[in-house]
Nanobody
Framework: HVQLVESGGGSVQTGGSLRLACSES????????MAWFRQGPEKVREGVAS???????AYSDSVKGRFTISRDIARNSVFLQMNSLQPEDAAVYVC???????????????????WGQGTQVTVS
C-alpha cells in the first residue's frame, strides 16, 4: 500500500530555515499531484503548496516568497524548503499525493487521495 513518509521537521528560531521531505519508496512514480498541508494547534488543516505533473506550483499567500515546493523523481521525494520561518508557521506538516490525472491545487483537499502522518515544525 502507499506509504508517504515525511521527515525534516524540528525546532528552529524565528527567521530560520527547514527543509521537509516526503518520500514513497514503491509508488512515487504513479503520483501526479503532490502537496503540503499543515495543521496547527487549532487543528485546522491548511493547504500550503502544491505541485502538478508539469511543474506548475501554487502557494498560499501566507507562505508565498518564503517556501518552495519541489519534486525529485529520481529520489522518490517531494520537498518543502521553508525560509524565514515565523512562529505562526509552527504546525504539523503533512504531505499529500494523488495518482489521478487532471489539475490539482492545495486549496482542494479532495484532490489528494494519499496522506502522510506528518512531521512537527516548531518555531520560537
Amino acid at each position: 500500500h502507499v506509504q508517504l513518509v515525511e521527515s525534516g521537521g524540528g525546532s528552529v528560531q524565528t527567521g530560520g530555515s527547514l527543509r521537509l521531505a516526503c518520500s514513497e519508496s514503491r509508488y512515487f512514480d504513479t503520483f501526479t499531484c503532490m502537496a503540503w498541508f499543515r495543521q496547527g494547534p487549532e487543528k485546522v488543516r491548511e493547504g500550503v503548496a502544491s505541485i502538478e505533473p508539469d511543474g506548475t506550483v501554487a502557494y498560499s499567500d501566507s507562505v508565498k516568497g518564503r517556501f518552495t515546493i519541489s519534486r525529485d523523481i529520481a529520489r522518490n521525494s517531494v520537498f518543502l524548503q521553508m525560509n524565514s520561518l515565523q512562529p505562526e508557521d509552527a504546525a504539523v506538516y503533512v504531505c499529500a499525493a494523488d495518482p489521478r490525472p487532471g489539475p490539482c491545487h492545495y486549496k482542494n483537499v479532495g484532490d489528494f487521495r494519499y496522506w502522510g502522518q506528518g512531521t512537527q515544525v516548531t518555531v520560537s
